[in-house]
């Protein structure tokens, strides 16, 4: 049996970068929602820090968090955000 993996993504844009880091990270999450065994991608705000974004990530399996990764979207998200933001991200699994 496959167990889900929960991902929290931290994205911090940078100076003078946040609208075009949120319109990169918008467009990631229409075409990312429809990779295989992505059960959540939802883009979420710190309302303390407003250049810190979250992206809270549900996958069905390490394979397709896996796939993910080497996916179009991802490798497009990523040059959009080359020097306009810093990435921070934790995978995580339940606690039985």
Do not use: F
């Not at 929602?33 to 250049?51: A, F, K, S, T």
């Amino acid at each position: 049996m496959t167990q889900p993996i929960a991902v929290v993504a931290t994205i911090t844009a940078h100076a003078g970068h946040r609208q075009a880091v949120i319109d990169a990270l918008r467009t990631a999450v229409a075409a990312v929602r429809l990779e295989p065994g992505c059960e959540q991608y939802v883009l979420h705000e710190d309302m303390d820090e407003p250049n810190r974004l979250i992206m809270i990530e549900r996958w069905s399996s390490m394979a397709d968090l896996e796939a993910h990764g080497r996916g179009a979207a991802l490798a497009t998200l990523g040059g959009a955000l080359k020097d306009r933001a810093d990435l921070q991200i934790s995978k995580l699994i339940p606690v039985s």
